[in-house]
């Protein structure tokens, strides 16, 4: 853990490849959705519109981040399966989340999706071999190749940093 609320988790720190660590994964994967789902349980619209730092997006963002964010994931995870190194197309996450759909679609519908994109995403890599976590996508914003094993654990992480502010503004809160 850490005292910066922006990383309430700490930074991503890729791993090499273990099938234990691969088992973490990919239940962090699994479990997104219901643990997502616990985090805003019972939270009013004042508290959804309410931004888990200063300066930080709102967990209604949020919600609507990790779905926008793991949707990308998943179409990564299959380019890099389907194609010899494919160039990934970046998006950026801070204008996204001003878009008219963040505010006006209630975050049920994004949960739902999640429910639903995690399923595919799970049955997709979870019986990948060593070798296809091996398979690289590039990345051209930050200049280099990824591997689908460093994706799975960059996702997996992705979804806990962003449960974790919520989680961790609820506390501060006392919510």
């Known amino acids: 853990m850490t005292t910066d ?3 309430p988790i700490g930074k991503y720190q890729p791993q090499p490849y273990s099938e234990q660590q691969k088992k973490e994964w990919l239940a962090d994967i699994q479990f997104l959705p219901e ?3 616990r985090a805003i349980l019972n939270l009013d ?3 959804l519109h309410t931004p888990y730092r200063e300066g930080g997006w709102t967990v209604q963002q949020l919600v609507h981040h990790i779905a926008d964010s793991h949707m990308n994931a998943y179409i990564r995870f299959r ?3 389907t194609e010899d190194n ?3 197309k970046p998006y950026d996450e801070n204008e996204w989340v001003k878009l008219a759909d963040i505010d006006t ?3 049920n519908v994004s949960l739902t999706l999640l429910h639903a994109l995690h399923q595919r995403m799970l049955a997709t ?3 990948l071999t060593p070798e296809q976590w091996e398979r690289k996508v590039t990345h051209p914003e930050h200049g280099r190749e990824m591997t689908l094993w460093f994706l799975l654990g960059l996702y997996a992480w992705h979804g806990r940093h962003h449960t974790a502010h919520i989680t961790t503004l609820r506390a501060n ?3």
């Open 105 to 107: 679609v209630p975050i």
């Open 125 to 127: 890599i979870k019986d």
């Open 35 to 37: 643990e997502v789902e």
């Open 45 to 47: 619209a004042a508290q």
């Open 86 to 88: 494919p160039t990934i």
């Open 173 to 175: 809160k006392g919510w």
């Open 5 to 7: 609320p922006r990383y």
């Open 79 to 81: 380019l890099g399966l």
